[in-house]
């Protein structure tokens, strides 16, 4: 299963950008769908996730509040809108997924490393 980004692109502080990922073949049944993030030189960031199967959404401190992460069943797709952004939020972004879901209480949703698929970065650009 390959993942396929879209969106990004470059605004101004304070504006919105969304971004999309849908598997190229298949659904998301039962599996967990998240978004990372990366700037050069650094680590990759947790931003949100998403549980296909019952909608549990989880999201990083610096994006609570203002990212909000959904999907649609019917086209099969998790979404990403982003608002209030801010110069910080920079970076590569990320489309990623991991079969079965996400345990209730559990934590490593944050983890790079619990993700087994990952779609091609898009970069996002906030202007101050």
């Known amino acids: 299963v390959q993942l396929q980004a879209s969106g990004g692109g470059w605004v101004q502080a304070g504006g919105s950008l969304g971004l999309s990922c849908a598997p190229s073949e298949g659904t998301f049944r039962n599996w967990a769908v998240g978004w990372f993030r990366q700037v050069p030189g650094q680590e990759r960031e947790f931003v949100a996730t998403i549980t296909w199967d019952d909608g549990r959404t989880y999201y990083g401190d610096s994006v609570k509040g203002r990212f909000t992460i959904s999907r649609d069943r019917a086209k099969n797709t998790v979404y990403l809108q982003m608002n209030s952004l801010k110069p910080e939020d920079t970076a590569v972004y990320y489309c990623?997924?991991?079969?079965?879901?996400?345990?209730?209480?559990?934590?490593?949703?944050?983890?790079?490393?619990?993700?087994?698929?990952w779609g091609q970065g898009t970069q996002v650009t906030v202007s101050s």
């Open positions: 990623a997924a991991r079969p079965g879901g996400i345990a209730s209480g559990s934590y490593y949703y944050t983890l790079p490393s619990s993700y087994g698929y």
